[in-house]
């Protein structure tokens, strides 16, 4: 079982090589008419590796137990950030299908309460990206409650761009720093 | 505190035998034009007239600091000096070296205590304009010169200058924010909160007693009031959501963008938190409120048209108008406290820049697109000088210009990310 995970691993950083290498090739395009700009090509980045992380967490998932440890489930739930497209406060369909897994996952433990955090990246001014981290925190606690999560089990913070996850100045940066964090109280 | 105040009331001693400073006859800058001329001013070492010799140097290295800080002054290089400045003044000496401005000092240094005359010459005409006496401690040199100074821009200009301001900024390190003090040219920074979390957009009362700003407590944005003289800072607002960028109007009361309401909206409250009427009804963002000079009109930062634009609202009839166009980022206003243009950062091709525009939304000009970018633009009270901040080294440090965009200092040289600076208005000393 060990083992498979380890294979699984080198399978998906293959993967992830594989998938840096062809951006890092269109990257050098950037400029040219017609190509994707430095924004859409980084979101296409991020979905990607948001979808091969997902990929590698089911495989992980399915190597052991059927629906993974209690401590598995709990990390996913904790880790794994939705993202926000530049000075947006409106979830994307990769968010809401990870919404809804947050939402089952709540639902299963009654026990569990959250604070959302939303964050924002470093461009801007830090007063207005306070204010839009709050919409995009409560934005996602909304949906959450939609989904049938009560209100009292969620608090929604803002941190702005104060807190970033990734350092730098890049597109990448930026896309993997615009997210609602999700902390278990 | 009390010992500033007895310098500064020997200051306004004057020499009997001086002529009082008159009104100047001549216009020496006309202030409303951006690209006027610099004047050229000689300023030869101070004269020592007994007692240790150890302070006219540094004396005169705070003034001429102080004269380029304005962007008004050309101080010569003292190497062609012809004179001396001691003994009667030769004009004709210091107009063939071009100058028209003549600064003169001499000081008496005994033991603890600092006396120094100064004295401001017009060469051209041949005569006299500002003669004044301080005494006092040693200590006191940089307060004497900086008043000095001011007494030159009010003979040149007409009007004091920033000699006796303090700017509030937000210094980050180690993931906490707090707001820190430091004078008008940078120097003397401080800490001023302590609060171990996130602090910052700081703003000044009008008395320039008191610093408002957001500060983080159990995980929320409040707004703190804080006294120059000394405390903690006292929470006023702590209402569920957030509770952003307190700013003073001109009759005391603070407008706030608080977002119990589902909508972030910008309200006013009085200085004990009583949230008073909403200024603004944005269905989304809107934040960073500044006061037109005379209170009658609030401008601020609002996403209701799909992205970040600069507003001004009228405060008597409630009407609201967009005055930013074209690009699609603009945040951060600050009223000129001559009240003719607003400050404002603005995405310009993926950089921000420090721009001002007519309150009518005409004549908009981009001042910092020749040195890096900038962001968070903050006025001077005499609507001279724009403090900002800008990565343009690499870290956020904290810059001043002229209105007109011409760069003439960096103020911080600290460590960790110095952003946000807030101007205080005239006759703040601040405590040390």
Known sequence: MKKRMVWTLV????????????????????????????????????????????????????????????????????????????????????????????AGYMQSHPEVNVIVEGHCDERGSASYNMALGEKRAKAAAAYLQAMGISAARLETVTYGKEKPLVRGNTEEAYAANRRAHFVIK | MKKLLAIFCLALLTLGLWPPAEAPARVYIDITKPSSRKLPLAMPEFRPQGGSQSLGGEGNRILRGDLELTGLFDVLDPKTYLGSGAGAINPREWRRIGAELLVTAEYTQIGNTLGIECKLHDVTDGKLLVGRRYDGLKADLPAMMHRFADE??????????????????????????????????????????????????????????????????????????????????????????????????????????????????????????????????????????????????????????????????????????????????CAAPDWSPKGDRIAFMVDIGGVFQVATIRPDGSDQQILTSGHGGGEDPSWSPDGRLIAYSSRSTGRYQIYVMTASGQPLKRLTELSGENSDPAWSPRGVIGTR
């Open chain 2, 152 to 329: 030159i821009m009010e003979a040149i200009t007409g009007q004091k200058s920033v000699f006796s301001t303090q700017i509030a900024f937000v210094r980050a390190e180690g993931g906490k924010k707090e707001v820190w003090l430091m004078d008008f040219d940078g120097s003397h920074a401080r800490q001023f909160t302590n609060r171990g979390d996130l602090t910052l957009f700081p703003s000044w009362s009008p008395d320039g007693k008191l610093v408002a700003y957001t500060t983080y407590v159990n995980r929320r944005p409040t707004v703190a009031l804080h006294a120059l003289a000394g405390g903690s800072g006292q929470v006023i607002l702590n209402k569920p959501g957030v509770n952003l960028t307190p700013a003073f109007r001109n009759d005391g009361r603070v407008a706030a963008a608080l977002s119990f309401s589902g909508k972030t909206n910008i309200y006013l409250c009085d200085q004990a938190g009583n949230v008073g009427q909403n200024l603004t009804d944005g269905w989304g963002i809107d934040v960073a409120p500044t006061f037109s000079p005379d209170g009658r009109q609030m401008a601020y930062v609002s996403d209701r048209s799909g992205n970040p634009q600069i507003y001004v609202r009228d405060m008597a009839s409630g009407q609201m108008r967009r005055i930013t166009y074209g690009h699609k980022y």
């Open chain 1, 11 to 102: 399978l998906a950083l293959i993967l992830g090589l594989a998938v840096g290498a062809s951006t890092g090739c269109s990257k050098k395009e950037v400029g040219a008419p017609g190509e994707l700009s430095a924004e859409e090509q980084a979101r296409l980045k991020a979905e990607e590796e948001r979808r091969l992380r997902e990929q590698r967490l089911r495989e992980g998932q399915a190597g052991g137990a059927l629906t993974g440890t209690e401590a598995q489930m709990r990390e996913i739930f904790t880790n794994q950030d939705i993202h926000y497209d530049y000075d947006r406060y409106d979830l994307r369909s990769d968010a809401k299908q990870i919404l809804n897994d947050k």
